[in-house]
């Protein structure tokens, strides 16, 4: 008898599983072809990539939108919309119409450095003025747990620093200086990141002696100008030759000297440079479009009525 009742049940319980794995099957069909409705139109032609420039990125939100409606969901944008406006810059910076750097020296000396000869912004520099006395700050890092630090002992604030690229070579054990994060601790944007947290008004890049080594060359605006500015200060480059000028008229050193005290000790030898002042504006020109995001909202039920 047990093994009749075991034959008998298990029938039913076969075809409930069977019309259980069609259901679901028609279930996924379903799901893969309004999937592919909605891949087949966002990627058409007619949608041209949803580039920001494009009229297909407003046909791509137009359809996202009625989907949304078609679902239920409540527009989740501005005035009633399901669309949330904002700017997105497209393309790279462009100099503006006025970039200037002039320096006032220790003994009197006035200078206006030629753009693009003597000195030229970061494509990726904030636009700006600032008017403040220069200090020299080596490479420009404050790597605490390297134990190094450019800033210690150095007030930065509201001073243009000037700053060496790159990084010392080795660090006091005779590795690379920071290891497998070599290049993100002396990358531009980590150097800019560190002198607006010691509140400098204004960056002015040198080329390292490894960098100038064939020629001591401005970097080109478009190295950095596809990037966003990573502080809101103002930031260029100049040429070896002034940094050396200004130290030696302010503290009697040479550039090269420093750069192998530097190296050699592994320990920073920053310093004001007396005397000597700048004043910057740079001014660049991002272009930007309108473009939106789309939302929609789903409001929860039951215990969750209070979610979204």
């Known amino acids: 008898m047990a093994g009749f009742l075991r034959r008998r049940i298990g029938l039913p319980l076969s075809l409930l599983l069977v019309c259980f794995s069609s259901g679901l099957a028609a279930e996924n069909d379903v799901s893969v072809s309004r999937l592919r409705k909605d891949l087949q139109y966002l990627t058409s032609d007619e949608c041209e990539g949803r580039g920001a420039q494009t009229n297909g990125i407003h046909k791509a939100a137009d359809y996202i939108a009625g989907e949304f409606q078609q679902l239920g969901l409540k527009p989740g944008g501005a005035n009633g919309t399901y669309f949330q406006p904002f700017k997105m810059r497209t393309g790279r910076a462009t100099l503006g119409a006025t970039n200037r750097l002039a320096m006032k020296g220790s003994l009197g000396q006035e200078l206006e450095l030629k753009l693009d000869t003597h000195f030229r912004p970061l494509g990726m520099s904030a636009v700006g003025k600032a008017s403040a006395p220069i200090v020299f700050v080596g490479y420009g890092l404050s790597e605490k747990d390297l134990g190094y630090d450019d800033y210690k002992g150095i007030d930065a604030a509201g001073k243009i620093v000037v700053v060496l690229r790159k990084t010392p070579p080795l660090d006091r054990n005779?590795?690379?200086?920071?290891?497998?994060?070599?290049?993100?601790?002396?990358?531009?944007?980590?150097?800019?990141?560190?002198?607006?947290?010691?509140?400098?008004?204004?960056?002015?890049?040198?080329?390292?002696?490894?960098?100038?080594?064939?020629?001591?060359?401005?970097?080109?605006?478009?190295?950095?100008?596809?990037?966003?500015?990573?502080?809101?200060?103002?930031?260029?480059?100049?040429?070896?030759?002034?940094?050396?000028?200004?130290?030696?008229?302010?503290?009697?050193?040479?550039?090269?000297?420093?750069?192998?005290?530097?190296?050699?000790?592994?320990?920073?030898?920053?310093v004001l440079l007396t005397g000597w002042s700048a004043s910057m504006d740079v001014q660049i020109t991002r272009k930007t479009v309108e473009v939106k995001n789309v939302v929609g909202i789903l409001e929860g039920r039951g215990p969750l009525a209070k979610e979204i």
Not at 195 to 213: E, I, P, S, W, Y
Not at 234 to 239: A, D, H, M, V, Y
Request: aromatic fraction near 4%; hydrophobic fraction near 35%; charged fraction near 20%.
């Open 174 to 270: 005779g590795t690379p200086f920071g290891g497998g994060r070599n290049n993100q601790i002396g990358s531009l944007t980590s150097k800019l990141l560190t002198a607006q947290q010691h509140k400098a008004a204004g960056v002015l890049f040198v080329n390292d002696r490894d960098t100038a080594k064939k020629a001591d060359a401005l970097m080109a605006f478009e190295y950095t100008a596809q990037e966003e500015p990573s502080v809101d200060i103002p930031s260029g480059q100049i040429l070896r030759s002034q940094l050396e000028a200004m130290l030696q008229s302010s503290v009697g050193g040479e550039l090269k000297a420093i750069e192998q005290e530097i190296e050699s000790s592994v320990s920073p030898h920053s």
